[in-house]
């Protein structure tokens, strides 16, 4: 079954570091691109990175410099490395990935940082 798994999130004090992961199903390779979402309590989606299949990479202003997106192929997987983490960066984590111009979505994986 085509699907997108997050893991990686947890608990974790400020100024501490994560590495969240996103397994891809090897029907939604290639992507055209995958993103990282953050989804704070009661707020929007935000981007915060995102990859394309050709390798480059950009950030949201507020997470660059702290955070790295990357892939390993041979996993068919995208990470997202988190550090230096804020409390307000508590939320859950999304990985979508576009695929033939379609959105798909994980479950999303819970961060949650404590001061």
């Known amino acids: 079954q085509a699907q997108v798994v997050e893991s990686g999130g947890g608990l974790v004090h400020t100024g501490g570091s994560l590495r969240l992961s996103c397994e891809i199903s090897?029907?939604?390779?290639?992507?055209?691109?995958v993103n990282w979402y953050h989804q704070a309590p009661g707020k929007q989606r935000e981007r915060v990175a995102r990859?394309?299949?050709?390798?480059?990479?950009d950030y949201a202003d507020s997470v660059n410099g702290r955070f790295t997106i990357s892939r390993d192929n041979t996993k068919n997987t995208v990470y997202l490395q988190m550090t230096s983490l804020k409390t307000e960066e508590t939320g859950v984590y999304y990985c979508?990935?576009?695929?033939?111009?379609?959105?798909?979505w994980g479950q999303g994986t819970q961060v949650t940082v404590s001061s």
């Open positions: 090897a029907d939604y390779i290639p992507f055209i691109v």
């Open positions: 979508n990935v576009v695929h033939k111009w379609r959105n798909y």
């Open positions: 990859i394309f299949d050709g390798g480059s990479t």
